[in-house]
């Protein structure tokens, strides 16, 4: 049987202009996409294996699509990941075009009524005695072992996991109120065993010995390694408050905190936020329906409004009052209070107003997990973080670093360090290490992207940097906008929406393509969004980085 089905007439090849996409089906049950771009056809999958979203409705970049959900970024000729979130591919389908002009299309049998594909691993070899050890069982480390494996290493892989679990995506922690760890998981057991990517479960590293490349582990293993990549992630950060060891007082890091959090909620519980994050923001407008209360507890005088400004941020403010939970604003939580010194009771705060308090948590920003390298060759930052250069590459030769560890370049930053937190980020850091790992040089390209979900409204931003000017364009009361964001020099730095997905991720897109967007484009509040129609302007500046 041969691999590929026969070619299928799809449309005329005079059906589809340069950079144009458009969605077909090949059969009843497949959909794909055709994309035109320098007078070339290609052919992919429609559904972006992420999260589902239709791929027609994204944003074509140069050589690649984006998934106007979350950014997912994908090569149209071969239907390869390029930028995350996600691990899986698309399939990609041979075109051919006739001389009469009639485009054609065939599909491997094996991608059929399927919206993914898994890039070609390697297999290990026995033989290949190297050991590549990657810390911490986040998206990091396991991105960065697939990557090993796809860009063709065939020695040993090691991740080291301080949890009891395998790799998972932590982001639905704080975002829904009932989630399934075993949904969470980025790979199976099986995928890990099939491409020989050793895991080892609930066990942390303890102590760097870069001169006989060791790595002590809290199981009192010692393991060799011949490259070593750092992803150990970070930890909440913690309050010098007493009171802090009472029960039902939580951090959010995992889901066994998750589980323990949501262990101890009740109808009548009243639930306390300190910290006005993105945590306890999303936490609390996932929980408000579940208990008798929820209090948020903020320095800020709104939400957000270091990122937003003052507009914004008296918007949000009046959407969470809307939703019934109570924002208690310029405060600090000063006290934990219990009437039996056991589990809290109540909260005091900095005014010293007193709030009754059955559940406690404290998302009050976080430290990175860096500890364990101090005493070694490794330089660590005051901060906790470690400084690499474009490859990921520590000053120690063979140590890697990435995701909320690493105080990395961001191509949008102009490339200078900063210690990006996000998800996304993470996976990012974890496929460049993989690659240059396996000896293929690349450079970073980091365009950091982010979405939160408040009340079910799904809230995204793109980009970094400082904020001098802020442009609002939409109904800030029907929650349907678009935030740029620009510094002293007139360059857009980072765009937030809700409501216009498109337009953060073709601004995503503009940065991933060295460009830049200046305030300029966007003051013009009768047509806002025409900058986006240039995304593939070639004449467009690039930034000098």
Request: proline share 3%; aromatic share 8%; net charge neutral.
């Amino acid at each position: 049987m041969s691999e590929f089905t026969d070619f299928v007439a799809i449309c005329k090849e005079s059906d589809i202009n340069n950079d144009e996409v458009k969605e077909f089906d090949f059969d009843r049950n497949n959909k794909f996409l055709l994309i035109r771009q320098n007078d070339r056809i290609w052919a992919v999958g429609a559904t972006c294996p992420h999260q589902g979203a239709p791929l027609v409705k994204g944003v074509l970049g140069r050589g690649r699509i984006r998934c106007s959900r979350h950014g997912s970024c994908y090569d149209i000729k071969t239907g390869d990941i390029e930028d995350f979130p996600g691990l899986d591919s698309l399939p990609s389908y041979p075109v051919e075009i006739s001389k009469d002009g009639e485009v054609k299309v065939r599909a491997r049998h094996k991608d059929l009524n399927k919206t993914r594909r898994i890039k070609k691993m390697s297999s290990h070899n026995k033989l290949d005695e190297r050991i590549f050890l990657l810390i911490g069982g986040g998206v990091a480390s396991a991105t960065c072992a697939e990557t090993l494996r796809q860009e063709g290493y065939v020695g040993r892989i090691i991740i080291l996991c301080g949890e009891d679990s395998l790799p998972y995506d932590r982001t639905p922690l704080s975002k829904v109120w009932q989630v399934n760890h075993r949904d969470m998981e980025l790979r199976s057991e099986e995928f890990y065993e099939q491409h020989n990517i050793e895991i080892i479960l609930g066990v942390e590293a303890i102590k760097l010995d870069t001169y006989t490349n060791t790595v002590s582990c809290s199981n009192e293993q010692q393991i060799k390694y011949d490259k070593l990549f750092i992803a150990t992630g970070s930890r909440p950060a913690k309050l010098a408050t007493e009171g802090i060891g009472y029960r039902n007082v939580f951090s959010l890091q995992n889901f066994v905190d998750l589980q323990a959090i949501m262990s101890v909620l009740r109808p009548r519980t009243n639930l306390i936020c300190t910290g006005g994050g993105f945590i306890s923001l999303e936490l609390s407008s996932t929980i408000i329906s579940k208990v008798r209360s929820v209090l948020v507890i903020s320095h800020l005088k709104y939400p957000l409004e270091v990122l937003y400004g003052e507009e914004i941020g008296k918007r949000l403010l009046n959407l969470y009052r809307e939703r019934g939970v109570q924002m208690k604003m310029e405060s600090r939580m000063k006290d934990i209070l219990s009437d039996d010194g056991v589990r809290v009771t109540e909260v005091r705060t900095t005014d010293g107003y007193k709030y009754p308090c059955d559940v406690l948590l404290i998302a009050v920003g976080v430290v990175p997990n860096t500890d364990w390298v101090i005493d070694s060759d490794v330089p660590v930052n005051i901060d906790g973080t470690i400084d690499t250069d474009m490859n990921l590459r520590t000053p120690v030769p063979n140590i890697y670093a990435g995701g909320d560890i690493a105080n990395a370049p961001v191509l949008s930053y102009s490339n200078q360090r900063k210690c990006v937190k996000h998800y996304q980020v993470a996976q990012y850091h974890g496929r460049i290490a993989g690659i240059n790992m396996a000896g293929h040089i690349q450079e970073l390209r980091t365009v950091p992207f982010f979405n939160a979900s408040f009340f079910s409204m799904s809230f995204l931003q793109a980009g970094f940097g400082s904020r001098h000017d802020i442009f609002i364009h939409g109904d800030l009361k029907r929650l349907k906008y678009v935030v740029y964001v620009s510094d002293r020099d007139g360059n857009v730095t980072y765009v937030s929406t809700c409501g216009y997905d498109s337009a953060v991720i073709s601004y995503c897109e503009l940065l991933a393509q060295g460009k830049r967007l200046h305030r300029s484009e966007v003051a013009d509040k009768s047509n806002p969004s025409q900058w986006m129609e240039q995304l593939l302007d070639t004449r467009r500046k690039r930034c000098s980085c």
